[in-house]
């Protein structure tokens, strides 16, 4: 891969297109970069000017003394691909470019020219960004490569003289005006970044380029990033696993979660939206953070950066206000973000009484009334709540207006700080002064003016937390033995595209996923009545036949059929099938024994384009066909990770006991999901679908049945 170092961090650069001042955007590119204290050189190049904005210009980029890190086209569309060509012939090592008209363009030429970038990347090994790119930022080395108003001369200083939590966030964008959006919104809030990367149409680096040379930076602890495309899923995996082993938080929103969303994403950056379910699933497994909108994200990073390793090891939080209304309302706030807010431990209250009047509350929230913040002062409150065993976090209610109240604070809230492992928030229920962010940045504090984000962040940390103790705790999936392997390869290899129930399940038992015991393929009458004979009881007759998949639409499914219906029953089953299907290729019925009933679940795999097989798990009935309550995952899963996943399900809590019903064999249940997921992984060549609906979980301790399985290969229909 091209050296990514070149172009984020270069020793010169070049800016091909460049204008004096007050001439639009190749005029105020310049002007930006020659800003800021950049200590690297900066070359104009111009065919017009031999002076540019006070600095000696150049004709043309093999004009320019000495080999040229990275270089910045700032010139009309139709000359960008001759002027990368004579970039790659002067050896210059990096190009970013702004010009926009490739792509993102209605038509075939635009993408020509885009595809013309790319091949010349390849060929002289240059890293490029963009086309249609708003730049970058390195601001540890105030270098300011964009024409955003965001880092334009008379704004704050790059950098906030001590940046929250003494750590940094980077930001990956493709759309240019939010990515600086994000810096313009966290620079206030005294958040220090490190990069700003905005990526464009992505003809030769994308976003997870960018994200894995930013994890291996020591000054990015946290990355925001604002995604239209996933171009690599298996990218995505490899970058995603890398930042949570090295516990380098993902925050990140992606483009195209609705169909007008997935309209403008590919309309933007001629990228096509993938299934957004399978994206949040892998997430979700990644322990990615998603975010809502520009605040929501750039506040869960100032949560991140404040508290470094110290997430909260659960969800219980301690509240400190010397508002009443402000303590119960960012307690409901708790609430809807699924954290708990227990009362105080009896030795912690006896601590909060001491300092608070008569007509406060220590029992959490927390009412020390103005009195005792006057007193004792934010950190004095928040210091009693801290060392509680019943607390994972603080939040504290304040007033942000009072500067010097919170300045006068300042000590007592550093050593708060140094001497307490657990997060402690501060929400403003009122506008914050300069003062006041500046001194809480200074001693490590985050402060929100949203109490949603607020609570929703602490929570966020906690998931995180959580996730990757799991992620990095969690067993390698057992491989099975290879004969097992060959076994069913070659079983798919011989079969159809679309295998039934019958053909599935003997696939499936070689994984030890079922069993085909009591399992009879009736071609005749006589052969069903054998078999239900055999069987000893009521039976469950289903068409077998790879054309017809939706069996009970066909009426080809009859079930609790005694042995006298038997025959009967078959018959029924073939003539309406013949009646669904005219066509079908029928093997014949399957007889077998009716299932003991359970909670109704479904499993299944899906082969999503982008990321591959997905195993996806729902309760049954209408909580799948109406509710839609299902949960994926990637494949292979560990059982931790299965056991999580059903954990996702909204209706979680039907599998637990239920008056007088004894609580489902959730384990079981996570067991053949990952023999299943297992399944898929190894045979993802062959296997597009899998459907086991349903399958019935019995009571703890008497396992799962497969009721019904489908297994349908890659090119059937």
Known sequence: MADIAKLLSPRNVAVIGAAPKGQGLRGRILEILTAHPYAGSIYPVSRSNGEVQGLKAYPTIGAVPGPVDLAVLIIPAEFVVDELRRCGEAGVGAVIVLSSGFAEEPG???????????????????????????????????????????????????????????????????????????????????????????????????????????????????????????????????????????????????????????????????????????????????????????????????????????????????????????????????????????????????????????????????????????????????????????????????????????????????????????????????????????????????????????????????????????FLAAPAVARVAAPVHEHASEMLSKSRGALTEYEARRVLAAYGIGHTTGQYLAKTVEQAAEAAAAIGGPVAMKVQSPDILHKTEAGGVALGITEARVREAFATIIERAQEYAPDAKIDGVLVQPMAEKGREVILGINTDPLFGPMLMVGLGGIHVEVLKDVALGPVPLSKPAALALIDQLKGRALLDAQRGVPAADVDALAELMVKLSRFAADHAEAIAEIDLNPVFVHPKGQGVTIADALIIQHGHG
Not at 363 to 379: F, H, L
Not at 399 to 410: I, Q
Not at 425 to 442: K, N
Request: aromatic fraction near 6%; proline fraction near 6%.
């Open 108 to 470: 075939e030429a635009g993408a020509k020219k885009q595809a013309e970038i790319k091949a010349i990347a390849a060929e002289y090994g240059m890293a490029i960004m963009g086309p249609n790119s708003e730049g970058f930022a390195n601001l540890p080395l105030a270098l300011c490569p964009t024409f955003s108003p965001a880092v334009a001369p008379g704004n704050l200083s790059l950098l906030p003289k001590m940046p929250l939590g003494g750590r940094r966030v980077s930001v990956i964008a493709q759309s240019g005006g939010m990515g600086f959006g994000f810096y313009d919104r966290g620079r206030p809030k005294e958040l220090g970044f490190n990069h700003i990367v905005t990526t464009g149409n992505e003809a030769c680096l994308e976003v997870l380029d960018y994200a894995d040379h930013l994890i291996d930076d020591p000054g990015t602890d946290v990355l925001l990033m604002l995604v239209e495309d996933i171009k690599t899923g298996s990218k995505f995996s490899t970058v995603a696993e890398k930042a949570l082993r090295a516990g380098k938080p993902i925050i990140l929103s992606k483009i195209g979660q609705s169909d007008a969303g997935a309209r403008a994403a590919a309309s933007h950056t001629a990228a096509l939206a993938g299934s957004y379910a399978s994206f949040s699933a892998m997430a979700h497994h990644y322990g990615i953070v998603e975010g809502r909108d520009l605040e929501h994200m750039v506040d869960l990073a100032q949560g991140f950066l404040a508290a470094g390793p110290h997430l909260p090891a659960g969800r219980r939080v301690g509240i400190c206000t010397a508002s009443g209304g402000g303590g119960g309302w960012i307690a409901d706030a708790c609430a809807a973000a699924g954290l708990e807010v227990p009362e105080l431990d009896a030795a912690t209250r006896r601590e909060i009484d001491k300092i608070i009047p008569s007509y406060g509350t220590s029992q959490n929230p927390v009412d020390g009334t103005a009195q005792a913040i006057r007193s004792a002062g934010y950190a004095g409150l928040a210091g009693r709540v801290a060392p509680s065993p019943m607390v994972d976090g603080i939040i504290v209610v304040m007033s942000g207006r009072a500067g010097e109240h919170v300045a006068h604070e300042r000590e007592a809230l550093i050593k708060l700080r140094q001497e307490t492992k657990k997060p402690i928030f501060m929400w403003s229920y009122t506008l914050p002064v300069s003062l006041t962010l500046e001194t809480l940045a200074e001693a490590g504090y985050p402060l929100f003016t949203n109490m949603h984000n607020a609570t929703g962040t602490m929570a966020a940390m906690a998931d995180y937390r959580e996730r990757r103790e799991r």
